[in-house]
């Protein structure tokens, strides 16, 4: 039943001169659905992993001691100024490949990390220095008298950090973290560059054999298009569910 749908759906595409013969062969249907996940895998771990990152540079930034902010401070200047494609080459071509060296000559066996590791991790530190940008912003926006009020409770620097600038910077800078995560689920694409088999590696491999690159470049549209649909959808739930009701009004 469902082959007899698709086979239908391929005719009356192919009448709009849309060529999707390749869902007919279960090698390669198979490979795209799987790119498919693996794409979602992608964005479902980098979206976690780059907002622990802006949580801990905007941290580090707004400590008041200099020798933790200024190293992240340099961090986020150079990763927010250099190409993402650029830093997963680096990490990836070099500093993957100095890992298997060093392993290699201490005798401990093959390098565990995996290209799909290498991009989690670049995109994630990518991301996460603009989430530190919109979380020292929203920590900047806390109210001097909120501070003070806290103060008089007798909260320490660091539970006004973790219990009331963190708390409303993180509704304050909600807007900007989640267009940061729509451009991060956008970023995972580059996974391709390094052969992790995500849906735009798997499509380049079939239209290298069906030439059919619109067609396969119209369905990665729509996947990253829903992707990054159901990110603002979170985000715009979010900041109803988290606004609060008489603040900044």
């Not at 198979?30 to 905007?58: D, E, N, R, Y």
């Not at 001097?144 to 973790?162: K, M, V, Y």
Request: some cysteine; proline content about 4%.
């Amino acid at each position: 039943m469902t082959l007899d749908w698709i086979s239908q759906a391929i005719e009356t595409l192919r009448s709009l001169g849309l060529n999707y013969t390749f869902l007919t062969d279960v090698a390669e249907r198979q490979s795209f659905i799987k790119g498919l996940g693996i794409s979602a895998l992608l964005c479902a771990v980098t979206i976690p992993g780059s907002l622990a990152t802006g949580v801990l540079l905007a941290a580090m930034v707004t400590s008041g001691r200099r020798w933790v902010a200024l190293p992240a401070r340099g961090f986020i200047e150079v990763t927010r100024n250099t190409p993402t494609l650029v830093q997963l080459y680096c990490a990836f071509l070099v500093l993957n490949m100095l890992i298997t060296q060093q392993l290699r000559d201490w005798g401990i066996g093959q390098n565990p990390l995996t290209p799909f590791f290498w991009v989690v991790l670049v995109v994630s530190l990518h991301k996460g220095a603009f989430h530190a940008e919109a979380l020292r912003a929203g920590i900047d926006a806390v109210p001097a008298t909120t501070l003070e009020a806290a103060r008089s409770l007798g909260f320490s620097q660091r539970q006004i950090l973790r219990d009331v600038q963190l708390p409303l910077a993180l509704r304050f800078a909600l807007p900007s973290l989640v267009n940061n995560l729509v451009e991060l689920v956008k970023g995972t694409a580059i996974a391709s560059a390094i052969a992790v088999g995500d849906v735009t590696y798997q499509s380049i491999m079939i239209w290298s054999q069906h030439d059919n690159v619109l067609e396969l470049l119209l369905l990665i549209v729509l996947w990253f298009g829903l992707l990054t649909w159901l990110v603002s959808l979170t985000g715009r739930w979010l900041e109803q569910h988290w606004r609060m009701p008489g603040y900044g009004t």
